[in-house]
């Protein structure tokens, strides 16, 4: 079984879901540092997009908020009409404790807006 076979089957049998998710990061890879933006995240991995191809098989690191993830690229693709790509990181060693952080600024992010919302609502007249 060819790598790139086997990474489509791990795709297929993804169990995760993943919630979407936005915001700026850094990433290093081979040496070179970029920024990139999160497009989803799960508890083993993340999908985000950047302005260049990685091919499957590297090592990254991704830095947020001090917190940093080690992972290696799943696949690349790139992105319709624009001049970006979406690449899938599966986390490995840390990088799966360290993920949770990410979920975690999420859900709240997500309260936050929720409550922001709440308050925002006109009052109903009771007649």
């Known amino acids: 079984m060819s790598a790139v076979t ?3 089957a791990n795709i297929k049998e993804r169990k995760e ?4 998710y936005q915001g700026e990061l850094e990433y290093t890879c081979d040496s070179i540092s970029s920024k990139a933006c999160w497009s989803s ?9 950047m302005g260049r191809y990685l091919s499957p098989g590297r090592l990254i690191q991704i830095t947020q908020d001090e917190h940093e993830l080690i992972g290696y690229v799943v696949w690349c693709k790139p992105t319709q009409h624009t ?6 990181i599966r ?11 990410v979920l975690s600024a999420r859900v709240q992010d997500l309260l936050g807006t929720r409550q922001h919302n709440t308050f925002n609502q ?3 007249s009771v007649q």
Do not use: D, K, N
């Open 6 to 8: 086997s990474v489509l």
């Open 41 to 49: 995240v799960s508890h083993q991995g993340a999908s985000i997009a």
């Open 83 to 88: 001049e970006t790509f979406l690449a899938g």
């Open 122 to 124: 006109e009052p109903i």
């Open 17 to 20: 879901s993943r919630l979407p």
């Open 91 to 101: 986390f490995i060693e840390t990088g799966i404790e360290a993920s949770f952080t």
